[in-house]
């Protein structure tokens, strides 16, 4: 069993960054996915980024591509997403996502992740 825990959101204006973090505890040695999810009232919950624990491989959705950042701390079994140049549209409540499945071909689906956070709140107001 895997348990993650996010932290980080908050309230920014347009332009501002945020940085969330991503605790996992349990079984971690066996995760080969992390993601990061986020879903907006009355919208489907949708991929933002996701990361491959064994090589690094890096995805990003293309609304994000460039001002957000997915990077792992192994050593603290912490992931984290860098969020700059936000924007109204990207507020949402965040999700972290972890699977130990390695043959994922969508990374950024959130049907295929079975370990989920609660989620953190992200707001940017223009």
């Known amino acids: 069993q895997v348990q993650l825990v996010e932290s980080g959101g908050g309230s920014v204006q347009a332009g501002g960054s945020l940085r969330l973090s991503c605790a996992a505890f349990g079984a971690t040695s066996s995760l080969c996915y992390f993601g990061w999810f986020r879903q907006a009232p009355g919208k489907e919950r949708e991929g933002v980024a996701a990361i491959y624990t064994r090589g690094g491989n890096k995805d990003y959705a293309d609304s994000v591509e460039g001002r957000f950042t997915i990077s792992q701390d192994s050593a603290k079994n912490t992931l984290y997403l860098l969020m700059n140049s936000l924007e109204p549209g990207d507020s949402a409540m965040y999700y972290c996502?972890?699977?130990?499945?390695?043959?994922?071909?969508?990374?950024?689906?959130?049907?295929?992740?079975?370990?989920w956070g609660q989620g953190t709140q992200v707001t940017v107001s223009s």
């Open positions: 996502a972890a699977d130990s499945f390695c043959g994922f071909q969508h990374s950024l689906s959130p049907a295929v992740y079975g370990y």
